[in-house]
Protein backbone atom coordinates (compact mmCIF):
# COMPACT_ATOMS: atom_id res chain seq x y z
CA UNK A 1 0.00 0.00 0.00
CA UNK A 2 1.47 3.41 -1.13
CA UNK A 3 -0.27 6.69 0.37
CA UNK A 4 0.03 9.80 -1.24
CA UNK A 5 -0.59 13.26 -0.24
CA UNK A 6 -0.59 16.56 -2.42
CA UNK A 7 0.28 19.98 -1.54
CA UNK A 8 0.99 22.97 -3.22
CA UNK A 9 -2.21 24.13 -5.37
CA UNK A 10 -3.91 27.44 -5.27
CA UNK A 11 -4.67 30.39 -7.48
CA UNK A 12 -2.36 32.47 -9.93
CA UNK A 13 -2.07 34.50 -12.58
CA UNK A 14 -1.46 33.86 -15.86
CA UNK A 15 2.33 33.30 -16.48
CA UNK A 16 2.77 32.72 -12.84
CA UNK A 17 4.11 29.91 -11.07
CA UNK A 18 3.30 26.96 -8.81
CA UNK A 19 5.57 23.61 -7.49
CA UNK A 20 3.12 20.85 -6.13
CA UNK A 21 4.14 18.00 -4.21
CA UNK A 22 3.77 15.02 -3.79
CA UNK A 23 4.93 13.03 -0.65
CA UNK A 24 5.09 9.12 -0.61
CA UNK A 25 5.02 6.09 1.48
CA UNK A 26 7.18 4.31 -0.94
CA UNK A 27 9.29 4.42 -4.10
CA UNK A 28 7.53 3.70 -6.96
CA UNK A 29 7.26 5.21 -10.23
CA UNK A 30 5.19 8.15 -10.24
CA UNK A 31 2.92 10.12 -12.53
CA UNK A 32 0.85 13.63 -12.42
CA UNK A 33 -2.27 13.56 -13.52
CA UNK A 34 -5.26 16.80 -13.89
CA UNK A 35 -8.72 16.67 -14.54
CA UNK A 36 -10.61 19.68 -15.72
CA UNK A 37 -14.86 19.96 -14.88
CA UNK A 38 -16.54 18.03 -17.20
CA UNK A 39 -13.33 16.52 -18.78
CA UNK A 40 -11.85 13.20 -18.20
CA UNK A 41 -8.57 12.73 -15.95
CA UNK A 42 -5.56 13.42 -18.54
CA UNK A 43 -1.64 12.33 -18.02
CA UNK A 44 0.67 14.88 -17.13
CA UNK A 45 4.19 13.74 -16.78
CA UNK A 46 5.79 11.06 -14.93
CA UNK A 47 9.37 10.07 -13.41
CA UNK A 48 10.54 6.68 -12.87
CA UNK A 49 11.46 5.36 -9.15
CA UNK A 50 14.81 6.53 -9.89
CA UNK A 51 14.48 9.53 -10.94
CA UNK A 52 16.51 9.57 -14.87
CA UNK A 53 13.22 8.87 -16.98
CA UNK A 54 10.86 11.50 -17.42
CA UNK A 55 7.51 11.67 -19.48
CA UNK A 56 5.52 15.16 -20.24
CA UNK A 57 2.56 15.43 -21.99
CA UNK A 58 2.93 17.42 -25.29
CA UNK A 59 0.79 20.39 -23.62
CA UNK A 60 2.92 21.28 -20.89
CA UNK A 61 6.44 19.97 -22.35
CA UNK A 62 9.06 23.19 -21.62
CA UNK A 63 6.56 24.73 -19.32
CA UNK A 64 6.21 21.55 -16.41
CA UNK A 65 9.29 19.88 -14.77
CA UNK A 66 8.78 16.59 -12.85
CA UNK A 67 11.57 15.89 -10.06
CA UNK A 68 11.82 13.55 -6.95
CA UNK A 69 13.95 13.40 -3.83
CA UNK A 70 14.31 10.24 -3.16
CA UNK A 71 15.48 10.74 0.20
CA UNK A 72 12.27 12.85 1.18
CA UNK A 73 10.36 10.17 -0.96
CA UNK A 74 8.61 13.16 -2.48
CA UNK A 75 7.95 13.72 -6.17
CA UNK A 76 7.29 17.71 -7.60
CA UNK A 77 5.71 19.32 -10.11
CA UNK A 78 7.50 22.88 -11.13
CA UNK A 79 4.69 24.69 -13.82
CA UNK A 80 5.88 27.81 -14.97
CA UNK A 81 4.17 29.91 -17.72
CA UNK A 82 0.91 28.94 -16.44
CA UNK A 83 -2.32 29.49 -18.52
CA UNK A 84 -6.10 29.96 -18.12
CA UNK A 85 -6.38 26.18 -19.88
CA UNK A 86 -4.00 24.29 -16.76
CA UNK A 87 -6.82 25.02 -14.61
CA UNK A 88 -7.92 21.31 -12.97
CA UNK A 89 -7.36 19.39 -10.03
CA UNK A 90 -3.85 17.63 -10.01
CA UNK A 91 -3.36 14.46 -8.97
CA UNK A 92 -0.39 12.26 -8.29
CA UNK A 93 -0.37 8.78 -8.66
CA UNK A 94 2.01 5.38 -8.12
CA UNK A 95 2.31 3.01 -10.62
CA UNK A 96 3.49 -0.26 -9.47
CA UNK A 97 4.42 -2.15 -12.90
CA UNK A 98 3.15 -1.46 -17.11
CA UNK A 99 2.83 1.62 -19.17
CA UNK A 100 2.17 5.15 -17.82
CA UNK A 101 -0.18 7.11 -19.85
CA UNK A 102 -3.76 6.31 -18.62
CA UNK A 103 -5.03 6.61 -15.44
CA UNK A 104 -6.19 2.71 -15.40
CA UNK A 105 -1.95 2.50 -15.37
CA UNK A 106 -1.82 3.44 -11.57
CA UNK A 107 -2.31 1.38 -8.90
CA UNK A 108 -2.77 4.60 -5.82
CA UNK A 109 -3.47 8.15 -6.03
CA UNK A 110 -3.73 10.95 -3.44
CA UNK A 111 -6.31 13.36 -2.68
CA UNK A 112 -6.38 16.08 -5.39
CA UNK A 113 -4.92 19.35 -5.42
CA UNK A 114 -6.78 22.32 -6.76
CA UNK A 115 -4.73 24.97 -9.46
CA UNK A 116 -6.63 27.56 -10.56
CA UNK A 117 -5.02 29.60 -13.47
CA UNK A 118 -6.65 33.46 -13.82
CA UNK A 119 -6.83 35.08 -17.10
Known amino acids: QVQLVESGGGLVQAGGSLRLSCAAS????MGWFRQAPGKERDFVAA????????YYADSVKGRFTISRDNAKNTVYLQMNSLKPEDTAVYYC????????????????WGQGTQVTVSS
Open 26 to 29: GRTF
Open 93 to 108: AARIRGSYLLPDDYDY
Open 47 to 54: ISSSGPST
